[in-house]
Every structure is written in structure tokens, then in C-alpha cells.
């Protein structure tokens, strides 16, 4: 089978898939697309948005489903639907607070902006932080039932770029977090694609 | 099994769920928070946000994992992985279009309120319209592969919110779509129960 993803040249949506694309040792062409070109490769693209993964030719998009999908060949989707419902939850809690990053850095209106990063430091960081860190700690050093999920895997690549886009330290104070980055990055097959692609 | 819904007093996110419960032929208490008392009961919502599904007590939240979970149970959640993903796919798709149109509803500035409807009516709409009216045409009246699943359940039901709201009829000159919405209309337990609550 041949695997193509389509994504800018950071790691934004496009990092989970690669990393679980990695995880599944899966050979990958790992298409990079241009930001300044990207208007006029946008229409070619279905729906508009990036990132697509071509299975055998086979178009996909929306990052969470495609994730979803790789996680269950690679055993990190859960052993139960409940357990599944669960992962499902952490990825889509995330997701909500990683929206309130985006809303301030697409924000085009110097005022409304600096008034989105006032309420991101002093309310929805510390709201959402504290939250994942306490479901870590409750859950044996994981998102989920105390085992390396998908939902870590997406959480800490989304995680790392807030952090390198935002210049906020997310991380700090948040002990439990850290050690679930930590432990994500040191996974062999992670390690040896994030050691390639710095 | 106890189940409990906590939601507002209109469709919204909520429909699908009681759909799916219905479906189930699962009786469930439909607790429906007054919107005018919402400010005082947000705290009390893990991450202040409806729908959330008790399940013998086990607070859930996030519609979308909630109902890709209950339609495991009804079978309506695709027959292998590959079909999972494209059910996965039509709802992540369909839920990035609702979300330009609650853009344009949550918009409190007039000026720009006015700005995104004219874009919604002109080019969202009738993009994306478009593209499910044919996904629909090109699978037998169905999202997916010719057969009901939970992504026309979703579908059908934020559809109707959302003509309900915003009164633009989404389906004019899309028989594909319309069809869709009368045939899981018309399937029997979703009949009773959006006849026992109009």
C-alpha cells in the first residue's frame, strides 16, 4: 500500500498522523506543501483543508478520523468501546482548548486579539492545564486507563506546537504532563522520526 | 443501566444523541436545562459544556465521541474499519460546515454578522451543499456505502437545527438530501420520538 500526506511544513495536524504513521513503521511520502503556494493549491484539495492522507490514491481528510483509523491498526484505539469512548473524549477535550489557541492566533484584530491572549493566560490555560494534568495523575501517568493511547500521542504533538507557536510555557508546573511527553518522545519509533525531522 | 441527558431545551447538539438513545430503544431522562439558568450551572459541567451523558452515573461529555459510542451499540458505526473512517470522515466534514454557520449566529457585531452571512449564503453554503447533495447521490441515499449509519443520523438532525435556526433552506434543489432526511425520518423509532417532541 502506498501512503501520501499532504500538510504544511510544520507540524501543526499534520505531526499526530505522522507520528502514527511512524508508530506503524509505515513508509510514508511525507508531502510538504509550501505556505506562500498553498492559495493556489487550495481548491485542488477536498473540502480546502489540509491535512489529506492518499491510501493507494484514496483521498481522506479530517486529521482526528485519519488518526482514529491508524491508532486502531496500531493497537492504540483501546480493547473495549468504553475504553475507546474515553480516548475519544481526551482527544476532543483537547481539541476544544487547542480552538482557543487558534482563535487568538488567527485573530486579525490587534484589539480583540490582545483582549483573546489576556482571557487565554489568566482563565482557559489554567482552566484546561489543571484539568489534564489531574487525569493524568488519576490515570497512571496516561490519558486513558493508565496506557499509551492515541489520545497521548495526538496530545503531546499538538501540545509541543502550541508550546513552540505560542511561546507559552503550557507545561510548567503540570509534572504529570511532562512525564507523559517525556514518555511519548522516548516511544523508539517516535524518538527515531522526531530525531529525523527537528 | 441508568442514563440520563443533560442538555438545553432545543436540538442543537443534543438531537442526535436522543436519536441514537432512541433508537437503542434505550429510555433515558431528558433533563433540560432552562437556557436562562445556564450561567448558574456551567461550573458544575466538566468543562461547562452540554451535551453530557450519564451512564450509571459516569459523566461523559463530547457529543460526537458520545455518539460514535452509542452507535457501536446499534450497529450503525460501519461494519469494519475502513467504512468506521469514512462514517468519521462525513461527520467531521458536516460539523466543520455547521461550525461556519454558528460563526455567524454567535457573532455579536453587527457589522461583521452581516459580512458572514453574505459569505455563508453565497459561497459556504453552497460548497459544501453541493459536495454532500453528490456524496449522497454517489452513495445509493446514504453517507456511506448505501446503508443507513450514524452519520446520517447526526447529519439529518443537525441538519434540521440548523434550517430550523437560521431559516435558509440547506436542502432546496438537493433531492439526494432531501430523500436522505425523509428516510431516517421515517425510520420508526426516530419517527415516535421526534413525534412525542415537536
Known sequence: M????????????????????SYLDIDFEDNRIDYEKWPSIKHTIPYGKVPILEIDGKVLNQSLAIC??????????????????????????????????????????????????????????PYYMEKFENIVAENNGYFVNGKLSWADLFIVSVMDFLIHKSN?????????????????????KIKSWVEKHQ
Open 2 to 21: 502506498t501512503y501520501k500526506l499532504t500538510y504544511f511544513n510544520f507540524a501543526g495536524l499534520g505531526e499526530p498522523i505522522r507520528y502514527l504513521l
Open 68 to 125: 482514529r483509523y491508524l491508532a486502531k491498526k496500531a493497537n492504540l484505539a483501546g480493547s473495549d468501546d468504553w475504553e475507546s469512548l474515553l480516548i475519544d473524549i481526551a482527544v476532543d477535550n483537547f481539541n476544544d482548548f487547542a480552538q482557543n489557541i487558534k482563535a487568538y492566533w488567527f485573530d486579525t484584530n490587534e484589539e480583540s486579539k490582545a483582549a483573546k491572549y489576556v482571557t487565554l493566560v489568566n482563565e482557559t490555560i
Open 168 to 188: 507559552i510555557d503550557l507545561l510548567k508546573d503540570h509534572p504529570n504532563l511532562q512525564g507523559l511527553r517525556e514518555k511519548v518522545l522516548a516511544v523508539p
